[in-house]
Each structure stands twice: as structure tokens, then as C-alpha cells.
């Protein structure tokens, strides 16, 4: 079965792009961590990375969990890669297995590094994530001269960087991003001639406040292209419509006739639903492209489809819907599907990542990769 009748497809040209964008934003002394956890936001993580590591020239890659970052060894990505989640004591050994860098936001976990390195003879690199104001991972301002203590203990351990996450910089006037900075500031201060690397910033950061950049910055949602106007989406989605037919007028549509046809009314059925991220949210909100046009969503979303308004529109079976992404000079964006769903981007690029039915087709300067890793020689 070779016919799909949804997919994503992710356009690595406009991923280079982001990255071109981040660079010139941050300026060449600012390295790039970029983040690639929960399958690279739904994009693949394995190809985005190799494609990163070879063509966009990162040095160093961020994940939330070890397994993620096991996976990035085992394809081949050798660069330095962090995992920024606190993770649990099992996970130790698989750090020195891997060479993986641990942000490291736990007494318990640090001391128990400690004495594995120190049991192993064998030391690793260790980040501290400080806790500014954002309230989940990290070690409280007040906490990081004992932190330094503890490691004295461990000689095994290198402090290699220290890291701090923003809470609200998508916001630029919210007054506590200043509050974050100024935390970081005094642990900036007082370690910076001990040749340790500071990294704060994520996409907000990096586009609202250049003066959080310091030695590195993490970008994630920008690389896919949000956070703003000059990226470009990545993912674009898209399916084949299955069925076209014409309801009479005073017709329920979908599930609990939320929508009744006023007039004879043309459907046509899209193969998506909510199983495969499409939100049911959309349900009588949502919009998608068929041939240049916006046609509005009818009805409730279903798990695995629902319908469209085509009356007047020449329409047939296997016609392609934009269902996020480009056609011709319109678009439907991560945003805006955040909006009507009521959250953020970031859930809706998860979302249809998430989606085991809809498989990613890859495309660079135009054209289609059946085999990206080979044809790109990642
Ligand atoms: C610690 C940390 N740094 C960086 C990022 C990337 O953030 P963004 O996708 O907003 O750029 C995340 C994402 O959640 C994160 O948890």
C-alpha cells in the first residue's frame, strides 16, 4: 500500500533557513544547542539532527530524555548532546556509555553522579540549571554556592556550563523576564572567570531580549519556524480527499449535528482527525486549502476524519488538502490552528507528530526525498 491518504511533509530548505535566521540574530560568537526533543517537536528527530549535525554545522544538540539522546548516538550524531530533564538514578551509567552531558538540577542527582564517576574513574562534563523564576527544573540562586561545594567533593566532575530557562519571554513587557536576567546576572557574575559556558535563552529569548544570549542560546519552535515573521514552517500537512457527495438541506453533519445544512450542501470527507492531532477543537472552526481556496470545516473533527464545505468547488476523490502548510499564495499556520484549539504552537507541531498514521516525506530545495539520510549522505 503505497497510496497515503494523509502525511507530513517537512521542508528542511526552510529549516536551514530558521537556522540562517537564529544565526544572524545571535551573531557568530553565540553557539546554537538545538533542541530536538520529542522527535525534534514532531519532525523527525533522527533526520533533523543528522541534517543539522552536516548542514547547519551544530555543535551541540538538547534533548529532554536520555533514551532520546541513546537514539542520537546510535544514528551516528556525535556531537556534544545535553539532556536538559532532570532524569532518574538509573540513567547514570547510560551518561558515561554515551558521552551525554547532564543539566543537572538535584542535590541527589549530582551527589550520585559523583560517586559513580568517582567509583568508574572516569569523569564527565556537568551543566547546572539554575532556577531563576521558572519554578520546575533547576538548583535556587541561593543553593548554587553549595552546588560548587558538592562538586569540589567529586573531582571527576567538570562543570562545563550553566544553564537557566525563561518562564514568559514570548512576552516582552512581562516584568519578569528582567527578574529572571537579573538572577542569572549575579550567578554570571560570580562564576564567569571559572571558563564555564551560559546558556539562557530559548526562542524567545533569543528574538526578544538579545541581551540574554550570553555564551549559547536553545532554540526549538524557531528552528521549525515560529517565533517570528522572518522563519518559515517546516511541517506542512496534508491528506486526500476519500469521499465527495451533496447533502440535502436540514442534514445533520458528524457527530452530535453540531452543523445543519441550511441549502443542498456539497461535502467531501478528509482523511484526519483527531487520532492524528487534527484537534477536535477545529470542529465548525477550522479552515483547510484545497486548490488556492480556504474551505471551512463542518461539523465535529472525528477520530480518524472529517468534513469540509466544497459546494460550488470543483472537487474529486484523491484532490490534496492543505491541512497546515502552503497552497498557492495562502497558508495555514501552526498559529493559527493554536489559536482556534486554544493553545500553542508548539502542542499542534506534537500533536501531528505524534500521529503514527501520518508519515514524514522530506523535502530539500524543492525536491522530494524518498530516502533523506542516503540521498542527503547524513
Ligand atoms: C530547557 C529548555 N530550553 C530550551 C527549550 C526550547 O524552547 P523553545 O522551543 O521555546 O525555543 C526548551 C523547550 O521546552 C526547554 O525546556
Same mark, same amino acid.
Given at each position: 500500500?503505497?497510496?497515503? #491518504?494523509?502525511?507530513?511533509?517537512?521542508?528542511? =530548505?526552510?529549516?536551514?533557513?530558521?537556522?540562517?535566521?537564529?544565526?544572524?540574530?545571535?551573531?557568530?560568537?553565540?553557539?546554537?544547542?538545538?533542541?530536538?526533543?520529542?522527535?525534534?517537536?514532531?519532525?523527525?528527530?533522527?533526520?533533523?539532527?543528522?541534517?543539522?549535525?552536516?548542514?547547519?554545522? /551544530?555543535?551541540?544538540?538538547?534533548?529532554?530524555?536520555?533514551?532520546?539522546?541513546?537514539?542520537? *548516538?546510535?544514528?551516528?550524531?556525535?556531537?556534544?548532546?545535553?539532556?536538559?530533564?532532570?532524569?532518574?538514578?538509573?540513567?547514570?551509567?547510560?551518561?558515561?556509555?554515551?558521552?551525554?552531558?547532564?543539566?543537572?538540577?538535584?542535590?541527589?542527582?549530582?551527589?550520585?553522579?559523583?560517586?559513580?564517576?568517582?567509583?568508574?574513574?572516569?569523569?564527565? *562534563?556537568?551543566?547546572?540549571?539554575?532556577?531563576?523564576?521558572?519554578?520546575?527544573?533547576?538548583?535556587?540562586?541561593?543553593?548554587?554556592?553549595?552546588?560548587?561545594?558538592?562538586?569540589?567533593?567529586?573531582?571527576?566532575?567538570?562543570?562545563?556550563?550553566?544553564? =537557566?530557562?525563561?518562564?514568559?519571554?514570548?512576552?516582552?513587557?512581562? !516584568?519578569?523576564?528582567?527578574?529572571?536576567?537579573? #538572577?542569572?546576572?549575579?550567578?554570571?557574575?560570580?562564576? *564567569?572567570?571559572?571558563?564555564?559556558?551560559?546558556?539562557?535563552?530559548?526562542?524567545?529569548?533569543?528574538?526578544?531580549?538579545?541581551?540574554?544570549?550570553?555564551?549559547?542560546?536553545? !532554540?526549538?519552535? =524557531?528552528?521549525?519556524?515560529?517565533?517570528?515573521?522572518? #522563519?518559515?514552517?517546516?511541517?506542512?500537512?496534508?491528506?486526500?480527499?476519500?469521499?465527495?457527495?451533496?447533502?440535502?438541506?436540514?442534514?445533520?453533519?458528524?457527530?452530535?449535528?453540531?452543523?445543519?445544512?441550511?441549502? /443542498?450542501?456539497?461535502?467531501?470527507?478528509? !482523511? /484526519?482527525?483527531?487520532?492524528?492531532?487534527?484537534?477536535?477543537?477545529?470542529?465548525?472552526?477550522?479552515?483547510?486549502?484545497?486548490?488556492?481556496?480556504?474551505?471551512?470545516?463542518?461539523?465535529?473533527?472525528?477520530?480518524?476524519?472529517?468534513?469540509?464545505?466544497?459546494?460550488?468547488?470543483?472537487?474529486? /476523490?484523491?484532490?490534496?488538502?492543505?491541512?497546515?502548510?502552503?497552497?498557492?499564495?495562502?497558508?495555514?499556520?501552526?498559529?493559527?490552528?493554536?489559536?482556534?484549539?486554544?493553545?500553542?504552537?508548539?502542542?499542534?507541531?506534537?500533536?501531528?507528530? =505524534?500521529?503514527?498514521?501520518?508519515?514524514?516525506?522530506?523535502?530539500?530545495?524543492?525536491?522530494?526525498?524518498?530516502?533523506?539520510?542516503?540521498?542527503?549522505? #547524513?
Amino acid at each position: 500500500m503505497n497510496e497515503k #491518504l494523509a502525511w507530513k511533509e517537512i521542508d528542511l =530548505s526552510a529549516l536551514l533557513h530558521n537556522l540562517k535566521i537564529i544565526k544572524e540574530k545571535v551573531g557568530e560568537k553565540v553557539e546554537i544547542i538545538a533542541v530536538v526533543k520529542a522527535d525534534a517537536y514532531g519532525h523527525g528527530m533522527e533526520v533533523i539532527s543528522l541534517f543539522l549535525q552536516k548542514l547547519g554545522n /551544530i555543535k551541540t544538540f538538547a534533548v529532554a530524555q536520555i533514551e532520546e539522546a541513546i537514539v542520537l *548516538r546510535k544514528i551516528g550524531v556525535d556531537k556534544k548532546i545535553l539532556i536538559l530533564s532532570p532524569q532518574l538514578k538509573d540513567a547514570i551509567p547510560y551518561f558515561f556509555e554515551y558521552n551525554l552531558i547532564p543539566v543537572v538540577s538535584s542535590f541527589e542527582f549530582l551527589e550520585e553522579l559523583g560517586a559513580y564517576s568517582n567509583s568508574k574513574n572516569k569523569s564527565i *562534563r556537568v551543566h547546572i540549571s539554575v532556577d531563576t523564576g521558572m519554578g520546575r527544573e533547576g538548583f535556587l540562586p541561593s543553593e548554587i554556592g553549595k552546588v560548587l561545594e558538592t562538586m569540589k567533593k567529586y573531582p571527576s566532575l567538570v562543570l562545563e556550563g550553566i544553564s =537557566s530557562h525563561l518562564s514568559c519571554p514570548e512576552n516582552k513587557k512581562d !516584568p519578569y523576564n528582567i527578574f529572571q536576567k537579573k #538572577l542569572f546576572e549575579e550567578v554570571y557574575k560570580s562564576l *564567569r572567570n571559572e571558563r564555564v559556558f551560559f546558556h539562557f535563552s530559548n526562542t524567545g529569548g533569543i528574538f526578544n531580549f538579545p541581551e540574554f544570549h550570553y555564551d549559547a542560546v536553545r !532554540p526549538g519552535l =524557531s528552528l521549525y519556524g515560529y517565533g517570528d515573521k522572518k #522563519l518559515k514552517p517546516v511541517m506542512g500537512v496534508k491528506a486526500k480527499i476519500t469521499l465527495v457527495k451533496e447533502l440535502p438541506a436540514g442534514w445533520g453533519v458528524g457527530y452530535g449535528h453540531t452543523y445543519m445544512t441550511d441549502k /443542498i450542501t456539497k461535502i467531501a470527507v478528509v !482523511p /484526519i482527525g483527531y487520532a492524528d492531532g487534527y484537534r477536535r477543537d477545529l470542529s465548525n472552526k477550522g479552515r483547510v486549502l484545497l486548490k488556492g481556496e480556504y474551505c471551512k470545516v463542518l461539523g465535529r473533527i472525528s477520530m480518524d476524519q472529517f468534513t469540509i464545505d466544497v459546494t460550488d468547488k470543483e472537487v474529486k /476523490i484523491r484532490d490534496v488538502v492543505t491541512i497546515m502548510g502552503y497552497d498557492k499564495d495562502k497558508v495555514i499556520d501552526a498559529q493559527e490552528l493554536a489559536i482556534l484549539s486554544n493553545t500553542i504552537p508548539y502542542e499542534i507541531l506534537t500533536g501531528f507528530g =505524534s500521529a503514527k498514521r501520518l508519515k514524514n516525506f522530506y523535502k530539500f530545495n524543492g525536491k522530494i526525498l524518498t530516502d533523506p539520510i542516503s540521498e542527503l549522505n #547524513l
